[in-house]
């Protein structure tokens, strides 16, 4: 069906008259168009020019990409780099691959279509004479250690297992080597010099996947002119002289200096130019016939000027620095010329003062009333349009089939971003999610398969320890204390009253990390035995409860309980349409909770596992295994907020499949929750997901089979233990970050199964955190960067008498973002709400105290900024810290403090930490 809508676009006269136009050397300026229509006529042009098409797109660049990459398969992406200018961090290696392999297709093929972003335009890529590609075929012969050495000489490192682009590694005729243009890495296997096979393997866990006859490998750095003046002496004599005799000769030297003692020092990158003979824009590798198409003519234009305005910025803070930068037009390409570039060429422009409009406009609001969809639908066919509703799955077609009954018309599962009405080509086309006015959550998949990020588990300065004889301390550090002539390696703990206390490498099994909460945390005394009596009052509390709580689990596994069991064939749908591969500890977790479902006898098991590691997913599968199986499922959890997520989180991973599922809280009115407690009853309802509501007395359930606890931690046991003593014969699945230690207590000592989830997911990255001045400019550029990329930011700012100031300094600032504000004298109703319109992205910037600290976990928020972070403890920072990182994407914390010199020695500690 998605062919037959291209073709309709493709064949019509508004197309038609576009690609005459342009044909005759005539370029265009349009009113905007909707999303799903951009695409259909993108395809188009390209195909009916047979020409290169760039399409530059300053807002919602990869949803753009998505919607072309439906009907154009090969599409190519050249992004722009997820840092700010002069950042010390590296750019993602995802995004240095993309952009390689595009010029890379370029240089081989040149008929493509492109997508890219304003910033990316100005980004100068490798030199063209500098990609110099590897080829290598099945039965060449190539001497291995000369490969070896020119993969090191284009910037390859070599390491001990192959996961991430660029890296490489060799065992015997054995050579394993990750390059920009194959999303998965290449082994090659030698017998002498001659090349026997060649494999593409996982890098996730080492197996092949298939064999291919050839391969090409690209350097995995855009800054391989610098990487190679690096390699050997004479650094110096391999700069571009047309741009060192710019710079003052003190700080030539001392760029070299630096880079003899450290090749890739933070910041290095964007010294490449320096070291290259030419630089290459991506419109260096065009076609001089290329036509562009500019989603957002205005919108391009200020983002140019914008990134031009960070740049030189960013530029004049760094000159303070020991090795002065490069300047900007030294590294950048220039935005005035790169316009009249663009506008030299043929381009076809869309915006609000566009002079033109395409017979097209956006899909009939809805807002989610079936019966006015029907009547929609009805009008259009009865003036002779044909109609279409686009569904992102199988599921949500299945239900718009039964929603609308015998009204004529198409189902397609293809998730465009937005519907479209095509006045000339009578096609009304919708989209589920427009049809009910969602905000369309786009999962994308990385192109490259790298491999996990091994998140080490480390000690850092502040962080509590537990010694079994001395109690709560804070870690200092390690130190090497002598004595005699014996010197040994010490952890360094400090105690109440500043006492220290030296714990030699032999008694490190004595300490444990400190799993509770930090904010009034009170350290030892190594003088009193106040430490002795807690632990015998708390050892005597612990055996009163386990004692309670064994009768209750002892007549648990008495009791018969319930087999899950239900329609293999839907279940494993539901496993199949799980888009990311399942970590061993995730996978084996889920294997535990099913086999505990199948067995004669109720389950009570603990899953722990931190943020993000995936035990929603883990829960999504043992819910729909209990409907499946006939019962009802309740998922209790302590905020209104995190029902929230889940019902989201739980309707979109089940939206295949019929069940029903509703939430119970507060912020449904009492109309509404008397509707949900009746249909629970009547059993209407398969999962409710509900707060301390659930356990209220007038919940009742006609056939309740599994109840889910998240966040255990944060309930008391009664509350817990009302509905185990009246079901308990149900199935309970209890989930926790950091259980509280009477259930840890209860788990390890076998009266409960317990599963760990101790890996984290795949692409997890470590957070890049920067301590930085009070500078409204840059908050700018650091807001205006995430938001750029589609993401949200928390501003913290933990004084509320002063908070409305730093609101009105950030409004002014940023006049077009949206920006709301939490603290804890808010009523709390109010606080709840803001913090649901944040989550639904109802606004981009959330300026709160550190009420954000614990439960708030929103995958979208990738930056925050901590203002006044020297006024912190370590503890807080951490935890704050914590809320960003929690996806695939690079995350970013700043920290704000006065100048060096001005702050204590603990700030200074605590902050360097």
């Known amino acids: ?52 098409v760039v399409v530059v797109a300053p807002e919602k660049t990869e949803d753009i990409l998505a919607d072309i990459e439906l009907v154009e398969k090969r599409t190519l992406y050249f992004p722009a780099y997820d840092i700010l200018p002069y950042d010390t961090n590296l750019p993602d290696t995802e995004i240095v691959a993309r952009r390689i392999e595009t010029v890379y297709r ?24 500098l990609l110099g590609p590897i080829k290598i075929h099945k039965g060449e012969t190539v001497e291995l250690e000369e490969l070896k050495a020119k993969l090191v000489e284009n910037g390859y490192k070599s390491c001990d297992t192959t996961g991430y682009i660029g890296e490489f590694s060799s065992r015997g005729g054995i050579l394993d080597i990750f390059t920009p243009g194959t999303v998965d890495p290449v082994r090659l296997e030698f017998f002498g010099d001659t090349v026997e096979s060649i494999r593409l393997f996982s890098a996730r866990n080492q197996r092949s996947i298939r064999k ?37 000769k003190g700080e030539i030297e001392k760029l070299v200096d630096r880079l003899q003692f450290d090749p890739e020092f933070p910041g290095y990158l964007w010294f490449a130019p320096l070291f290259s003979p030419e630089a290459n824009t991506l419109l260096d590798y065009l076609p001089e016939d290329t036509i562009f198409i500019i989603t957002e003519e205005e919108e ?60 097209v406009f956006p899909q009939d609001t809805i807002g989610g009333d079936i019966a006015l969809l029907r009547e929609t639908l009805k009008r259009y066919n009865r003036n002779g349009y044909e109609t279409i509703i686009l569904c992102d799955n199988v599921g949500q077609a299945e239900r718009m089939k039964n929603l609308i009954g015998d009204v004529p018309l198409a189902l397609e599962i293809a998730p465009l971003s937005e519907g479209f009405i095509f006045t000339e080509g009578k096609l009304a086309a919708f989209t589920d999610n427009g049809i009910f006015a969602r905000y369309r959550r786009r999962v994308r998949k990385k192109r490259y398969h790298e491999g996990t990020y ?31 002539d014996i010197t040994t390696e010490c952890i360094v ?3 109440d009253r500043e006492d220290k206390l030296y714990v030699p490498s032999t008694d490190f099994h004595l300490l444990q990390r400190y799993e509770g909460k930090t904010a009034n945390i009170k350290l030892a005394r190594l003088t009193s035995d106040r430490w002795k009596r807690t632990k015998k009052k708390v050892k005597q509390k612990v055996t009163e409860l386990a004692g309670e709580l064994l009768e209750i689990y002892t007549l648990r596994h008495k009791l018969t309980g319930i087999q899950h069991k239900g ?76 029902a929230e997520q889940h019902t989201a989180t739980f309707t979109e991973r089940l939206s295949d499949f019929p069940v029903i599922i509703e939430m119970l809280s507060r912020f449904r009115t009492r109309r509404e929750q008397n509707q949900i407690i009746e249909k629970l009853r009547e059993g209407k309802i398969d999962i409710v997901i509900g707060t301390h509501r659930l356990l209220s007395a007038d919940v009742d359930f006609k056939k309740l089979g599994l109840l889910i606890i998240d966040e255990e931690q944060k309930f008391g046991v009664r509350d817990k233990e009302k509905i185990k003593r009246l079901k308990l014969n149900i199935d309970v699945l209890s989930m926790s970050a950091t259980p509280i230690p009477r259930t840890l207590y209860l788990s390890l000592s076998g009266a409960r199964d317990m599963s760990f989830i101790n890996t984290p997911p795949q692409e997890r990255r470590p957070i890049y955190t920067q301590i930085i001045e009070f500078n409204p400019k840059l908050f700018k550029m650091i807001i205006r960067r995430e938001l750029d990329r589609g993401g949200q930011v928390f501003f913290l700012h933990n004084r509320i008498n002063s908070i409305g100031t730093v609101a009105k300094l950030l409004r002014e600032t940023l006049p077009d973002v949206r920006l709301a504000i939490g603290h804890g004298r808010m009523d709390e109703q109010e606080l709840e709400k803001t913090f649901l319109d944040f989550l639904d992205r109802r606004f981009d910037l959330l300026l709160s105290t550190t009420i954000i600290e614990s439960g708030t976990d929103i995958p979208n928020v ?35 403090a006065p100048p060096y010199h001005r702050m204590s020695s603990k700030a200074r500690a605590r902050l360097k930490a």
């Not at 493709?10 to 576009?18: E, I, K, P, T």
């Not at 350097?219 to 391999?238: D, H, M």
């Not at 300047?327 to 790169?338: S, V």
């Not at 850092?460 to 390690?478: A, M, S, T």
């Open 1 to 52: 069906m998605l062919e037959s809508l291209k073709k309709i676009v493709a064949s019509s006269d508004a197309a038609g008259q576009l690609i005459k136009g342009i044909r005759e050397g005539n370029s265009f300026f349009l009113q905007p168009v909707p999303a799903g229509f951009l695409a259909m006529l993108i395809s188009a042009v390209f195909r009916r020019t047979k020409r290169t």
């Open 106 to 129: 370029m240089r081989e093929s040149p008929r493509q279509t492109i997508v890219t972003s304003p910033r990316a335009l100005l980004e100068k890529s490798i030199p063209e004479r």
């Open 212 to 248: 291919i006859k050839e391969c090409t490998i690209l350097p995995p750095t855009e800054a391989i002119s610098l990487v190679r003046a690096t390699r050997g002496n004479r650094i110096q004599e391999k700069m571009n002289p047309d741009i060192a005799q710019k710079l003052p």
């Open 300 to 359: 391009l234009r200020r983002q140019l000027s914008e990134f031009e305005s960070e740049a030189n910025e960013l530029y004049t803070r760094k000159l303070t620095e020991k090795i002065q930068p490069l300047p900007p037009e030294l590294i950048f390409a220039d935005k005035d010329k790169l316009i009249q570039q663009i506008e030299h060429r043929q381009h076809i422009s869309f915006g609000l003062r566009g002079k033109e409009s395409l017979p």
């Open 454 to 484: 091994d998140q080490p588990v480390s000690l850092e300065p502040g962080d509590y320890l537990v010694h079994i004889d001395y109690g709560i301390g804070r870690f200092v550090g390690i130190e090497n204390l002598t004595i005699g």
């Open 493 to 495: 703990l400090e105690y």
């Open 567 to 642: 329609d293999e064939a839907l279940f494993n749908q539901l496993e199949a349409s799980f888009i990311y591969d399942e970590t061993e500890d995730q996978a084996r977790a889920i294997e535990e909770v099913l086999l505990n479902m199948g067995e004669p006898y109720p389950m009570d098991r603990l899953l722990t596992g931190d943020v993000g590691f995936g035990k929603t997913e883990v829960a999504i599968r043992a819910a729909f295994r209990a409907v499946l199986s006939g019962y009802q499922v309740a998922v209790l959890v302590p905020t209104t907020i995190l």
């Open 862 to 896: 990738n930056t925050i900024i901590i203002n006044h972070a020297d006024k912190l403890g370590l503890a807080d920072l951490y935890q704050l810290r914590g809320r960003v990182g929690r996806s695939k994407r690079q995350a970013y914390c700043y920290l704000v």
